[in-house]
């Protein structure tokens, strides 16, 4: 039992996980704090269990809480606190308005924003915490936004709560893969700490659920039907449970993806280069946000994309791009073979008379005396991702695919690339946010992957499209 205020709070109401986000919450050294896992796990209603706390524990315990759209705001997290501050008879001492709630006791508030633009995040002074409710739905600028502007107050804590949908997510990429982590002995599914002891990772799941599952003592419950459900989908949807039961990173499948079969739990794995054999890079000419060139390897019938060479402005061109192969496998001589987008041959009026993309390529690479495997025209978007696909589930007899796991960009575009509403690679154009210009999010390494598999395998692709 613990006391707050002489309000009196009984153990069994509290989860293992808010004993952890406790902790963060008393420690002045942790300035980040990471929950994540699946569906009934308690992350938020712990969270806000805590903010509840901290709001009467004295003044100035301030929080701001943003969802990345203020729509979202309503029927969220608001709806927890104010349900949690009745269910403790604690109305009497909160006002509770739009979109922001205070402590009568100690004058400590929490406010609710929306992150809809993250240019427009003013000054934070006088908040302690500040935490991303779904984080996964935040970009990376709406992040740094955040950091550069929670300053001047000892205690400032930074949180992010969400669900794993995404490995490919910027909190995986640009934050836990970029950090060195400790597994720490916990009570709950996973807790990490980072090497300088600023960052701490807690990972739960509705197994750390009292109220799912009981606790052994009779405190919370067992709910048999939320129970059954998770087991059902790890019959039916082992990805879904992975992500929403056990709370591990993964990606959801919406049913419209263009490549339908593929999987990274089949494809992705770790396929080292191999200087003893030849090399075949595949292009595409968009040079926005970069120019894709992907290297791909035939060992033993498998074709093995192991790198990616996608540079960004302002060296998102072809002499840096092939510059950049030269300096990464300059030195194989067994033979280098290029494929691409057949528009890409003829003449570009940007060019001197005469030259195209291709000739640009062979002129970089002439060291390398490249083959050129382009032919005089596309392959039909629609049969080509049928073809693609076809091999992906393994049902063409010799060809069999695997990705590195380092091929970030690719992979990324290989499970967000959607189709169109004729069955064709959708070209959504985004607004990059930092630079303003505009770009196709996805397609660009989904197209290269059509190119090399027509052209490399064009007996099996005619073979294909005759049925």
Known sequence: MSTVQNIEFEDGVFNNIYFEIDSVFENNDIRFLFIYGGSSSSKTFSYVQRTIVFMLEGIDNNSLIFRKYSTDIEGSIFEDFKRIISDWDLTEHFIIQKHFIKCKLTGSYTRFKGLDDSEKIKGLSGIKKICLEELSQFDSADFKQVKKRL???????????????????????????????????????????????????????????????????????????????????????????????????????????????????????????????????????????????????????????????????????????CKEFLNRYGSNQQGLFIYGDATSKKSDTKLQKGQNFYLLIRQYLIKMKPIFRVPKSNPSVIMSR??????????????????????????????????????????????????????????????????????????????????
């Not at 200087?275 to 946000?289: A, G, K």
């Not at 073809?387 to 690719?410: H, P, Q, W, Y």
């Not at 509403?421 to 630079?435: H, Q």
């Not at 989904?446 to 064009?458: F, H, Q, S």
């Open 151 to 321: 300053r001047g107050m000892i205690g400032q804590q930074i949180i992010g709560i969400f669900n794993p949908v995404s490995e490919m997510s910027f909190i995986k990429t640009e934050i836990f893969d970029n950090e060195v982590l400790t597994d720490v002995e916990s009570n709950i599914t996973q807790k990490q700490i980072n090497a300088s002891g600023d960052t701490i990772i807690l990972r739960t799941c509705y197994l750390d659920n009292i109220y799912i599952v009981g606790d052994g003592k009779g405190n919370g419950f067992i709910d048999k039907h939320v129970i059954a459900d998770f087991e059902k989908d790890k019959l039916t949807d082992i990805n879904y449970y992975n992500i929403y039961a056990l709370g591990q990173w993964g990606k959801l499948r919406t049913g419209g993806e263009f490549l339908k079969q593929f999987k990274t739990e089949k494809h992705v794995a770790n396929y080292p280069y191999q200087p003893d054999l030849p090399i075949h890079i595949v292009f595409d000419e968009n040079v926005l946000p970069y120019l894709t060139c992907n290297v791909y390897q035939l060992s033993n019938g498998m074709l093995r994309q192991i790198d990616e060479i996608m540079l960004k402005d302002p060296l998102n061109t072809l002499i840096d791009t």
């Open 386 to 467: 049928n073809f693609t696909n076809e091999i992906l589930a393994g049902g063409v007899e010799g060809i069999t695919l695997g990705f590195d796991s380092k091929c970030r960009n690719s992979i990324n575009d290989y499970q967000y690339c959607t189709e169109d509403e004729e069955g064709k690679v959708n070209k959504k154009v985004i607004k990059d946010k930092v630079t303003g210009q505009h770009y196709q999010e996805y397609g660009h390494a989904t197209d290269t992957l059509r190119y090399i598999l027509t052209a490399m395998y064009v007996d099996k692709y005619r073979k294909f499209i005759k049925g």
